[in-house]
């Protein structure tokens, strides 16, 4: 595997399970609300605007934890909205980001995003194992072996 493979390899195994904790509201609720777990908001905005990406500036994490740039144009829709949200937080709770008028929309950008990043991620695989994922590719079957 490349230094590059690497790199982003890394930076996604930390981007893209955050993107699908922001498209599930039941698990927020249920591991961001209880207090004896690490995993909150404030990681989500460390991961996504310091850490590991910058959903302000999405462009400048293309190749490193963005694949394409339809990553690069729904992250700075995330980031948006998750900066939206933020100033319905004065206080930077929790609760007030999950009870913000902006968050259904941070679901529904997360979700389009988690789908992209994970169909493109699967499709990375297929391609290290020589499989070719492109329209018109049908599943293989036992009659096939």
């Known amino acids: ?3 590059d493979a690497r790199l982003i390899a890394n930076h996604r195994l930390h981007v893209v399970p955050t993107v699908l904790a922001l498209a599930n509201p039941p698990w927020q609720r249920d591991v961001w609300l209880d207090p004896t777990v ?3 908001v404030d990681h989500v905005f460390h991961t996504l605007f310091d850490d590991f990406c910058d959903a302000d500036e999405p462009e400048r994490f293309l190749g490193i934890s963005l694949r394409t740039d339809e990553e690069v144009a729904l992250m700075r829709e995330l980031g948006a909205a ?5 100033a319905q937080a004065p206080d930077g709770t929790d609760e007030e980001y999950l009870q913000s008028s902006r968050w259904p929309e ?3 950008v997360a979700g389009r995003l988690a789908q992209v990043m994970v169909a493109n991620d699967l499709k990375e695989l297929a391609a290290l194992h020589g499989i070719n994922l492109g329209p018109g590719t049908r599943r293989r079957t036992r ?3």
């Not at 998750?82 to 933020?86: G, I, S, V």
Request: glycine share 0%; charged share 25%; no cysteine.
């Open 1 to 3: 595997m490349s230094e």
């Open 38 to 40: 690490f995993e909150n």
């Open 82 to 86: 998750l900066n939206d949200a933020a």
């Open 106 to 108: 941070v679901v529904a």
């Open 143 to 145: 009659a096939d072996t």
